[in-house]
């Protein structure tokens, strides 16, 4: 059964940096493209970023480019997201999910990430 | 980069009705469309890959259609457990879009 797990939300002030994990199991990682998706509260969807399965392509929506960094640890089956100059409208439930031709299978329960003084 | 325009934004509709959300795109994608569904405090799940391919295990009240930049998403029957926002997703190229959502509701 294919899992994603995120990790690492928390309450930031702006500003400040957080560093969002994604534990993927029951499917062989090093295989897939994966992505970032948040949900701001009661708002919609807004892909984040994607990473290509040995990590050489990475993509990003323009609002987070030169502040949010996509990485991947094939060996330790794990998706990152490093989050810097975090801003108030930052403040999102992210969620990683399985990517495969653009499409996004799988998904994660989320992790809350709150920017705010 | 590519926009994606859902509509209508929410819409209300009685049990076993036919529902229908259309999507639009600022420019061709050919079929590269997805379709979600997010009930509230969940992950979305993915319905429909390819604007008109079902993913397995998803009724086949739903269904999806269109290509190039007009497509559509609808529930042929309406049913309780249908209640949730409604998502389509461009992957035309290595970016991604969501189109704004439709918020279904029961009459």
């Known amino acids: 059964e294919v899992q994603l797990v995120e990790s690492g939300g928390g309450l930031v002030q702006p500003g400040g940096s957080l560093r969002l994990s994604c534990a993927a199991s029951?499917?062989?990682?090093?295989?897939?493209?994966m992505s970032w998706v948040r949900q701001a509260p009661g708002k919609g969807l807004e892909w984040v970023a994607n990473i290509k399965q040995d990590g050489s392509e990475k993509y990003y929506v323009d609002s987070v480019k030169g502040r949010f960094t996509i990485s991947r640890d094939n060996a330790k089956n794990s998706l990152y997201l490093q989050m810097n100059s975090l801003r108030a409208e930052d403040t999102a439930v992210y969620y990683c999910?399985?990517?495969?031709?653009?499409?996004?299978?799988?998904w994660g329960q989320g992790t809350l990430v709150t920017v705010s003084s | 980069d590519i926009q994606m325009t859902q509509s209508p934004s929410s819409l209300s509709a009685s049990v076993g009705d036919r529902v229908t959300i259309t999507c639009q795109a600022s420019q061709d994608i050919s079929n590269y469309l997805n379709w979600y569904q997010q009930k509230p405090g969940k992950a979305p799940k993915l319905l429909i890959y390819?604007?008109?391919n079902l993913e397995t295990g998803v009724p086949s009240r739903f269904s999806g259609s269109g290509s190039g930049t007009d497509f559509t998403f609808t529930i042929s029957s309406l049913q309780p457990e249908d209640i949730a926002t409604y998502y389509c997703?461009?992957?035309?190229?290595?970016?991604?879009?969501f189109g704004q959502g439709t918020r279904l509701e029961i009459k």
């Open positions: 390819d604007a008109s």
């Open positions: 997703q461009q992957y035309d190229n290595l970016l991604r879009t």
């Open positions: 999910a399985r990517d495969l031709y653009g499409s996004l299978g799988h």
């Open positions: 029951g499917f062989t990682f090093s295989s897939y493209w």
